[in-house]
């Protein structure tokens, strides 16, 4: 099929050469297989006022592959409103014979457009059967020239795989909304979506997001046909898990969308069955007595969707509560140990400040440098000095390192006091969360709960929740901190003047890199010393000797 730029050529020289009287110019690229195009019906109402009584295109299949919009060409004919159709190699004129033939072609222009159907749809199927989506990649990922197989494949977009898979976990953390995830994804993050030829290069919408998390496409899976049910396992890499996605879905399910006559239970779509791995579902019972007294039950039980043979039976809400609240309990912190924490941590945040802002100076100097070149090379073609292809190709370069620059400033100067936030909401959450969720509504006791790990598995009625893989990893400290608590008084007799150091086994997830060490450089009597626990179970004699004396 000839360009649009080369039918306008072929057109115009017929114009010429016959001289005809051009009312108007319509060009419209969607496809004719489908009737409603806007362009298209303009023309024909046009036509039918009698403002022009003839069509000029490039072929015949231009104007109609479907029976509803020839249908309609030749009904005008019939009325003498269109008297002919005039194309780069004939002419139809309104005869029964040339109105037959233009017919004729509207007939093979449609044969011909659902031949191409089929084997396109063909194709399409056998390229999701192979595991890579027809159509267009979702955000984060790039549809890619090269073919694979005699098809094109789906890959990771650089610039925003990783910004999608933090979307993802924050999402799943229960502590934003998606209204807080696009502020922060707009104002904070900066983050435009793909630009496309006519769209796209713009802030992600909030419509956009629900879509996101509501495509399998993230997790692995996608449906084709759309709309099918048929799902098919994809070759590309996923961004997040099934369990986080599921996760993600019930979160936005209770949120965004209402549903009558249904309950809401605290921890339906957290839990999996130790026994099968189906979901924990729940169920509500009234046991009606004599003497008019009513109780009202909650249970939680396996779906048995993947066996349903399973032989787990069900737990109550009010045990189940009580189980979570004996976890929470092994995560509190005494507020004595928080402050001296929080002291520590303000000590080594100093420390990074000041290498930040070593980083920052070094940064600033190599931002300065490369605007100065960029006004000397300017200055240059002022001059004559160099050609105009060399100063637009020097100027290219100079721009995105100066881009490239303003970013890494940008970033560095946000990250100086983002470890010591977190460690903050971890401190917060240890100290609070019990208390939250006994007074809490069922939507903070979900929120709780889900904070503590993906992890969750309810087994011969009773929770496992893997604390040394949640989102809080920090039963590892509790013994220390029980036999801890009375130690933080400070001792009735004797100098009260000197600096104590504290020898505490710690879970690695609470320490930086370089903090594993039992004695690490730098370190002075009356700093937080913070134990891995693999360091205090391989000490020496010696190294105990010296704990001790702590």
């Not at 890959?155 to 993802?168: A, G, N, S, T, Y």
């Not at 997040?240 to 879905?249: A, D, G, K, L, S």
């Not at 069955?273 to 009202?296: F, L, R, S």
């Not at 009010?318 to 976890?327: S, V």
């Amino acid at each position: 099929m000839q360009s649009i730029e080369s039918q306008e050529k072929e057109l115009k020289r017929v114009i010429d050469e016959n001289r005809l009287d051009i009312i108007g110019i319509i060009r419209e690229e969607k496809s004719a297989h489908t009737r409603g195009r806007r362009l298209f019906t303009e023309m024909m109402q046009r036509l039918d006022k009698g403002e022009a009584n003839g069509i000029l295109t490039w072929h015949g299949n231009r104007l109609a592959r479907n029976a509803f919009d020839g249908g309609w060409i030749i009904t005008l004919m019939d009325e003498g409103k269109i008297l002919e159709v005039k194309t780069t190699h004939r002419t139809y004129y309104n005869t029964p014979d040339d109105k037959f033939f233009l017919q004729l072609e509207f007939g093979i222009s449609k044969k011909d457009s659902d031949d191409k159907s089929i084997v396109v749809k063909r194709g399409l199927m056998n390229k999701a059967e192979k595991g890579w989506m027809p159509g267009v990649a979702p955000l984060g990922y790039l549809n890619t020239p090269e073919l694979v197989g005699g098809s094109r494949f789906i890959k990771i977009d650089p610039e925003r795989f990783d910004l999608m898979k933090k979307v993802w976990e924050m999402m799943a953390s229960g502590k934003h909304s998606v209204i807080e995830i696009q502020n922060i994804m707009t104002n904070e993050w900066g983050f435009r979506t793909r630009q496309f030829k006519r769209q796209g290069g713009k802030p992600i919408t909030l419509s956009m997001l629900y879509r996101i998390f509501n495509n399998p496409f993230y997790y692995g899976y996608f449906e084709y046909p759309e709309g099918s049910g048929e799902m098919h396992k994809g070759n590309h890499e996923a961004i997040t898990t099934e369990e986080v996605f599921n996760r993600v879905q019930f979160l936005l399910g209770k949120k965004i969308k209402a549903k009558p006559h249904t309950k809401n239970f605290a921890f339906t779509g957290l839990m999996r069955c130790g026994e099968c791995g189906a979901q924990i579902t729940a169920e509500e019972k009234w046991k009606h007595q004599k003497n008019g007294n009513v109780h009202h039950y909650i249970y939680y039980r396996c779906t048995r969707r993947k066996n349903p043979k399973c032989r787990q039976l069900s737990i109550k809400e009010e045990i189940l509560e009580g189980q979570i609240i004996n976890t929470l309990e092994q995560i509190k912190i005494p507020p004595e140990f928080h402050e001296m924490a929080m002291s520590w941590l303000k000590k080594r945040n100093e420390k990074e400040f000041e290498d930040k802002n070593t980083v920052i100076s070094s940064q600033q100097r190599a931002y300065t440098l490369c605007v100065n070149k960029l006004k000397g090379l300017i200055d240059m073609r002022a001059t004559g000095e160099i050609t105009p292809e060399e100063f637009s190709q020097r100027k290219k370069e100079l721009l995105e390192e100066k881009s490239r620059l303003e970013q890494l400033l940008n970033n560095t100067g946000g990250q100086v006091n983002k470890w010591m936030e977190i460690a903050e909401d971890v401190f917060t959450f240890a100290s609070d969360a019990k208390e939250k969720f006994e007074n809490g509504d069922w939507q903070t006791k979900k929120q709780i709960l889900s904070a503590l790990g993906s992890h969750l598995v309810l087994e011969d009625r009773k929770l496992s929740v893997d604390l040394e893989n949640a989102l809080l990893p920090m039963k590892a400290i509790l013994k220390s901190l029980k036999n801890f608590g009375n130690r933080l008084e400070p001792p009735k007799s004797g100098s009260n003047k000197r600096k104590t150091g504290i020898s505490l086994p710690v879970s690695p997830a609470l320490l930086r890199e370089g903090d594993l060490h039992p004695r690490p450089p730098g370190y002075e009597p009356g700093e937080l010393l913070l134990l891995h626990p693999a360091a205090a179970r391989g000490s020496t004699k010696e190294s105990a000797r010296d704990s001790k004396s702590l």
